[in-house]
């Protein structure tokens, strides 16, 4: 490279910009610290909800009642005696009722939806804020800011903030989402800002085309709906865990029945889970055909099976394994959970595990 390409390349790279979008970055986790503590607080003095008891009751009575067996009655019809034999409906804790209840949503002293409140005006500030060093990163460049695993984790994070913050915005009762989302925004801000860091620069050649703006956009927001249907998923198998534990007449530990018993019905997490996947899922499939629309624009092939291009197709039949387990009776409830967590992990290894571990046409990672 010649001084006079340096002296260019530094020219379209405005500094000051860049450094503003470092101190938006920065503040956005101050502002999601204070979040994260609101959520805590929100937590403690908001009231127990009683779904995973009333669902354990149910099913307890009705378990019961199917061993017992159907009670015959005898009923006179013009003088004949007529054998009546009830229905006996069995229903699974999961089932008994599809309310959210917990800390936020259907229920909730006055004091912890204060604390709620709060949490949730704290996570809309802490959102503009990192959406703002987002835009300025990428005016400092005048590009998307998704050209290094930096730039796409700041801009990941602000994305599974904005789907939590726009279901909030349509009355969906997910304010239980408030405090695993925060936390793990903050590690992945965490690790962004030391492990991941980037100077502001421009692209490789490979990367300017506009197929960037689609390509990685889409990748990017179905990684965060992932995110979000994987956080239910997990809480949904600690909830069933507790609620089956309190159909059979256990005792939850302390910590689980604080924990826990906050939590939407198992049912709730199960189902939220599963739409959201089901609902992005057709994006993930646009996702890696325009990825492989590109790559022929780029490399004059449009499939080489390089490791991102392979993981990205395992992670598609993983989840396309886990939806159509759905679909079948058997492979409903915990075995499809673990196989959606499992798709999961297919795309964080996706976008971690290949970028920093391993070599290939798509390794612009930058660390």
Not at 205 to 210: D, G, Q
Not at 321 to 334: I, M, S
Not at 340 to 356: D, E, M, P, R, T
Request: charge should be positive; charged fraction near 15%.
């Amino acid at each position: 490279m010649t001084l006079a390409d340096a002296t260019q390349l530094a020219a379209a790279t405005n500094e000051n910009l860049a450094n503003i979008s470092n101190t938006l970055i920065y503040s956005s986790m101050a502002v999601y610290t204070l979040a994260f503590f609101a959520y805590i607080a929100e937590w403690i003095f908001g009231s127990r909800s009683k779904v995973g008891r009333t669902a354990a009751a149910l099913t307890a009575q009705e378990s019961a009642g199917a061993k017992a067996g159907p009670a015959v009655t005898v009923q006179k019809a013009g003088g004949t005696a007529v054998l009546e034999r009830p229905k006996v409906v069995v229903r699974s804790a999961a089932s008994a009722r599809d309310v959210p209840d917990g800390p936020g949503a259907a229920g909730g002293t006055e004091q912890g939806d204060l604390y709620g409140r709060i949490a949730i005006s704290l996570t809309v500030l802490a959102f503009l804020i990192e959406f703002g060093g987002v835009l300025t990163r990428a005016l400092s460049v005048r590009r998307a800011p998704w050209g290094n695993m930096y730039e796409f984790s700041i801009t990941f994070s602000t994305v599974a903030v904005g789907v939590y913050v726009v279901l909030l915005l349509l009355k969906k009762n997910i304010r239980w989402l408030g405090l695993p989302l925060i936390t793990t925004v903050l590690l992945d801000l965490g690790l962004a800002v030391t492990v991941l860091y980037t100077a502001s620069d421009q692209l490789v050649p490979a990367l300017h085309s506009y197929w960037l703006y689609i390509h990685v956009s889409t990748a990017i927001l179905c990684g965060a709906v992932f995110y979000v249907g994987a956080v239910s998923t997990v809480l949904y198998l600690f909830k069933d865990s507790y609620e089956n534990k309190l159909a059979s007449g256990g005792t939850p530990g302390r910590f689980a029945d604080s924990v826990l018993d906050r939590l939407p019905s198992a049912a709730s997490l199960d189902k939220f889970g599963y739409r959201v996947n089901a609902a992005v899922f057709p994006l993930w499939t646009f996702t890696i055909i325009a990825g492989a629309i590109w790559a022929g624009d780029a490399w004059g092939r449009y499939w080489g099976w390089d490791p991102k291009e392979t993981w990205s197709f395992i992670t598609w039949v993983a989840y396309a394994g886990y939806l159509h387990a759905r679909a079948t009776a058997g492979w409903k409830g915990r075995k499809a959970a673990y196989l959606a967590l499992a798709a999961f992990a297919c795309w964080l290894f996706n976008y971690y595990g290949v970028n920093i571990f391993v070599s290939g046409k798509h390794s612009y990672a930058g660390v």
